[in-house]
């Protein structure tokens, strides 16, 4: 990281490609060649003040990211030479690690070619779906659920898994792309384009008998629409903020249909996936079943190269991303 993006957008000049020689394994380490690494919206507070998960990154610190790779030379009797392993690698080619906690550092289980899918569908975002949706949505079937930022990694699963299960599915994004992405790969029912549409209109058509559930990962002006619809003891997942990341105000959006929770005894709960960290195995391996039954597909946005980080970060807060945005660091070996 080469400087803080501090009341502004993430710009290219806030990072600096570093040459350093490939590390050598200290007793207990292992060094991974690392594949894919993972974006993810988080990253801007990690380099501000570290989002209230880690402390913030100082300037000339590796930016710090998850990555999935391959074990090249172990000295560490938990990974040998081979693995495949999943965990926090940072933006870098080579990465070490001593298997502690703190790298949340762990095998991959059920590996499906792409590796990518570590990150994406069977990693962390996916499993934000998984413990959003199911633990705190807590969906019936029949009932009708809404996502926003449904086109994103996140999003890409949500509305296939409430599907699973017998529920309606309503997307919201920001191009009319996404948007027939959403109907045509990724099973929703229907979706809005909220650039071009009135969001709350077009939910009131869309979502006819009323929203059960609404998994937002945008907030602002998209979750204000939604809590208008709500029915009573809906359920609002707080997953994420995307549009208020960088808003630039101190001042959190005013929510206007917020009431409407008290009125109609629904629930808005927010959650940080690392404290699901002890059950990522369950997700993992429900997730991994239904794509191999082909119930539930992935859309990854892949661009290749390290120099390329930068550009796939700002990607997010753009929009440009459509499913889960990687990079390719090296050739995947599968
Ligand atoms: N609670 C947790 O532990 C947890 C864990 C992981 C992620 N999250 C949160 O989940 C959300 C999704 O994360 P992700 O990794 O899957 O990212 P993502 O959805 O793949 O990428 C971000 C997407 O947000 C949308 N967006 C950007 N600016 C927006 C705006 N102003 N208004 C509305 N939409 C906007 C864009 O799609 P459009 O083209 O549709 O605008 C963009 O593609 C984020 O808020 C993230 O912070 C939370």
Redesign the pocket.
Known sequence: MAERPVDRPVRLTDFKLHEAPVPEPKAGEFVIRVIYAS????MRFYMLDGAGIEKPLEIGEVMRGRGVGQVIASRNPNFKDGDIVQGKMGWQEYAVSDGSPYWMMYKVHQRIVPVSTALGVLG??GF?AYF?LFDIGKPKPGETVLV?????????SVGQLAKIIGCRTVG????AE?CSLLTEKLGYDAAIN??TEDVSARIGVLCGAGVDVFFD????P?LDAALAHINKYARVV????????IAGSTEPYPLRNAYKIGRLNALLQ?????DYEPRFVEAERAMAAWVKDGKLTYQEDVLDGIERMPEALI???????????LVRISPDPF
């Open positions: 974006l993810a919206p988080v962390v975002t934000t959003g926003s930022g449904a086109a994103g990694g996140v999003g890409s919201i994004a920001g191009t996404k909220y650039k990962n945008v907030g602002g998209i707080a997953c994420g903020g995307i549009s208020q990341y927010g959650f940080l996936i690392y990607r997010l807060y753009a929009g440009e991303n459509k499913g889960k945005q």
